[in-house]
Each structure stands twice: as C-alpha cells, then as structure tokens.
Nanobody, 115 residues
Framework: QVQLVESGGGLVQAGGSLRLSCAASVRTFSSYSMTWYRQAPGKQREFVAIITSGGSTNYADSVKGRFTISRDNAKNTVYLQMNSLKPEDTAVYSC?????????WGQGTQVTVSS
C-alpha cells in the first residue's frame, strides 16, 4: 500500500507562484510514475503533469511553460512548481503514483488563485 500526502496549496494572487509537494510512503518510490491531476468545482478531473520513473516529463497544454514537475527520489517526494498562476488554475490538486500494476491517490490540496 502506498500513501500519498500533498501539501503546499493555498491562496495566491494571479501571477503568483506556489510549489506543491507530494510525499510517498513507499520504499520503491523511484519505480513509480508520478502524476499531478486537478479538479475544479463542477468540472471533471484533468491531467496536469507526469514524471516517469526515468525522469521524462509531460504537461497539459494549459500549463506548459508555467508549471514544472520534478521528483526527489531520496525524499520520496514529487513537486509541482506553479508559476504565473491564473484564476483558471483554481482547483484541488492531487497526486497519483502508478506502478507495479497499481495506482494510488493522495487526498488533494486546494489551490485558489484570486484575480
């Protein structure tokens, strides 16, 4: 069983920055692909960014150039650096760990961007 705990959310003005963290309680963290998703009120959950076990990354078009996903395998943590935030980035951000035929989810952290 993998437990994921997100942190770093909050209220920020448009144009500001936040860094989200997702800490995983698993010894084989480096073997998991880690993904950030978000869900805004009244909308479906959407993909934000992914980093594979090999370090490859991919982003949703809506965040490309503004968000950066990274991982620190020594700390069992994945990060999402969010810059130039927009009100439309307001959502609950969740991380997911995928590997060994399973997928695990964190509880999410709220990000609110005011205009």
């Amino acid at each position: 069983q993998v437990q994921l705990v997100e942190s770093g959310g909050g209220l920020v003005q448009a144009g500001g920055s936040l860094r989200l963290s997702c800490a995983a309680s698993v010894r084989t963290f480096s073997s998991y692909s880690m993904t950030w998703y978000r869900q805004a009120p009244g909308k479906q959950r959407e993909f934000v960014a992914i980093i594979t076990s090999g370090g490859s990354t991919n982003y949703a078009d809506s965040v490309k150039g503004r968000f950066t996903i990274s991982r620190d395998n020594a700390k069992n943590t994945v990060y999402l650096q969010m810059n130039s935030l927009k009100p439309e980035d307001t959502a609950v951000y969740s991380c997911a760990a995928t590997g060994w035929g399973n997928q695990y989810w964190g509880q999410g952290t709220q990000v609110t961007v005011s205009s």
